[in-house]
């Protein structure tokens, strides 16, 4: 969908650990590619899987900037941008990062550890009732005023500090029904808050839909509504002011194949429009 050429400048926004970013390099050999990141961890992994590749440009920074970063480069558009929202398997299987419901570890759920906010103060800061919103507007969480209130009384007798007590308090108080844990929804809605990944897509798309040469596509591959809304809504939005050509008319989903060699891609749906 995002058809790279040899001649093109292409940005892969969440550049993660590299894979999309060499799939772009091994079928455009030789065009520019710039990968962002605001992890520092990953732009290591992906500087030495990409090393071998000219023309590539490595920077720590939210996605959201992307206009100051192409700039920076003495850039004033480019020929392609694809974005892939949410949380990385990189985050998930870290240590020490607080983002899995799984592992005893502290909360953090930073994917910019220079910034100031971390889930352990979301959780054991935040009022009851914005706890709450949290937990429902980011997590989608039926029961989130019932979450936020038990642990608001949990942290009355001692504060939140990991992943493992959070994930106990939420399970105590919903009960264990199916396969998804309870909490996951809850950790969604606080990761979410956390990093303002909604507002940093919202911006993202906006940005990077004026950066597209004409003809330059924007592929975005979210996971779960929020992200999508977002994206269908901004992309609609564009074409009614004759900006875009949408061309996903409805989003593209992952085979059972592919869902099978690839269980992360479960929930993906892919997202294109095409600067006009």
Same mark, same amino acid.
């Given at each position: 969908?995002?058809?790279?050429k040899r001649d093109g400048v292409y940005v892969d926004a969440t550049v993660g ?25 990953? !732009? ?6 990409? /090393? &071998?590749?000219e023309n590539v440009h490595l920077v720590r920074e939210s996605f959201s900037n ?13 020929? /392609? ?16 990062? /607080? ?49 936020? +209130? ?8 001692? =504060? ?11 399970? +105590? ?8 844990? =309870? ?32 003809? /330059?596509?924007?592929?975005? !591959? ?17 074409? +009614? ?8 008319? &409805? =989003? ?17 749906k892919l997202r294109v429009g095409e600067k006009i």
């Amino acid at each position: 969908m995002l058809g790279p050429k040899r001649d093109g400048v292409y940005v892969d926004a969440t550049v993660g650990l590299g894979g999309h970013a060499e799939g772009i390099l091994r079928q455009a050999q030789g065009c520019t590619l710039i990968g962002i990141d605001r992890d520092d961890k990953a !732009l290591d992994i992906a500087r030495e899987r990409l /090393g &071998k590749y000219e023309n590539v440009h490595l920077v720590r920074e939210s996605f959201s900037n992307m206009k100051a970063v192409i700039g920076n480069l003495g850039l004033s558009n480019v020929n /392609g941008i694809l974005l892939d929202a949410g949380v990385s398997t990189l985050h998930l299987k870290s240590e020490g990062r /607080g983002f899995s419901f799984l592992k005893d570890e502290p909360l953090d759920m930073r994917m910019d550890r220079r910034q100031d906010l971390t889930a352990e103060e979301v959780v054991n800061r935040y009022p009851e009732k914005d706890l709450a919103s949290v937990i429902w507007r980011f997590g989608e969480e039926r029961s989130s005023r019932k979450i936020a +209130k038990a642990i608001v009384i949990a942290r009355r007798k001692n =504060p939140v500090r990991s992943c493992r007590e959070l994930a106990d308090i939420i399970e +105590k108080a919903l009960g264990r029904r199916g396969r998804i844990h =309870p909490a996951t929804r809850t950790f969604q809605g606080i990761r979410i808050e956390v990093n303002k990944e909604l507002d940093e897509l919202s911006i993202a798309v906006e940005s990077g839909a004026e950066l597209l040469q004409t003809g /330059g596509r924007f592929c975005v !591959l979210s996971y779960h509504s929020l992200e999508d809304r977002i994206v269908k809504n901004a992309f609609k939005k564009l074409a +009614k002011e004759g900006l875009f050509r949408i061309i996903t008319k &409805k =989003p593209l989903a992952p085979g059972r194949e592919e869902q099978k060699s690839n269980p992360s891609s479960r929930s993906a749906k892919l997202r294109v429009g095409e600067k006009i």
